[in-house]
């Protein structure tokens, strides 16, 4: 399973059905995408992939079929479906906020950096904007720590629902694994984005001096970023360079985790509409 970014099989039986077959095959497309090694393309990937999953979960919602199945299953099920909506909803809101708040902490350096390359000035303001970084890294990574445990909360196929109707059982299994898939890789992005939690402390003579760093240790760009702050001396150029790398990185998230919010009210949307009937 080294390739895989599901490490770990549900304990569930298989009990596949027709009217399910759609959704399990788009299911295991993104079982099989590769997060192991937390790079920002493969992480992209994985939430381009869940938004095609929950476009055909949609879709999967609204046929007569699955409703007049789900309409026979007890509320426990449909309440599990509605709670874990919720909270995926929650996580995947604050996480584009932090990716936006990011994304203005790392603009706000580039203009800095520019300025003090340019003018021979702006040393204050990099100082100013060096800190404010650090700072919101540690308040993110304590927030992140949250999220990651609001995510194992989530129940996403730990139990195994028994009935005779195998249509029934195909549903919620599927309906359980999409929850279990959406988890697993929303806890990629949210490491991602925390990165290792390290000593980072802000050392702006460091990053001032023209010396190259040593951030062979880092595991991904926000870490290389990280390593900057807390490492032994870097140039202007490093920073420069890291800043952007970090920029073209997580700039695409902001769209994946927008679009994955809005598909998932659409699902809540489906699932009230169903209880409703």
């Not at 909360?153 to 279990?180: K, N, T, W």
């Amino acid at each position: 399973m080294a390739n895989m970014i599901i490490t770990k099989q549900l304990s569930l039986p298989s009990r596949s059905h027709p009217s399910t077959s759609g959704i399990e095959e788009a299911i295991n497309k993104v079982k099989t995408i590769n997060t192991t090694k937390s790079s920002s393309e493969s992480i992209l990937t994985g939430l381009a992939g869940l938004e095609e999953l929950y476009d055909l979960k949609d879709e999967f919602l609204k046929m007569c079929s699955t409703q007049r199945v789900m309409s026979s299953v007890g509320s426990y099920f449909m309440e599990e479906m509605l709670d874990g909506s919720l909270r995926l909803m929650d996580i995947c809101s604050v996480s584009r906020d932090f990716v936006v708040e990011t994304l203005e902490h790392v603009r706000d350096l580039q203009s800095c950096v520019r300025r003090k390359k340019v003018a021979g000035g702006g040393g204050d303001q990099l100082e100013v904007a060096v800190s404010g970084y650090v700072k919101f890294r540690k308040s993110m990574r304590k927030e992140t720590k949250k999220l990651l445990g609001s995510l194992k909360s989530i129940d996403g196929g730990s139990s195994f629902y028994d009935h005779d109707d195998e249509q029934l059982v195909a549903v919620i299994d599927a309906m359980r694994q999409v929850v279990y898939v959406s988890v697993v890789v929303l806890k990629s992005f949210l490491e991602f984005l925390s990165g290792r939690q390290s000593n980072i402390k802000r050392k702006l003579a460091s990053v001032l001096k023209r010396k190259k760093c040593n951030l062979e240790d880092a595991k991904n760009e926000l870490e290389t970023l990280d390593s900057l702050f807390c490492g032994d001396l870097c140039s202007r150029v490093d920073l420069q360079e890291k800043l952007e790398e970090v920029e073209m990185s997580i700039d695409g998230f902001e769209k994946n985790l927008e679009g994955l919010f809005r598909r998932l009210i659409r699902t809540r949307t489906s699932l009230l509409n169903i209880i409703s009937h």
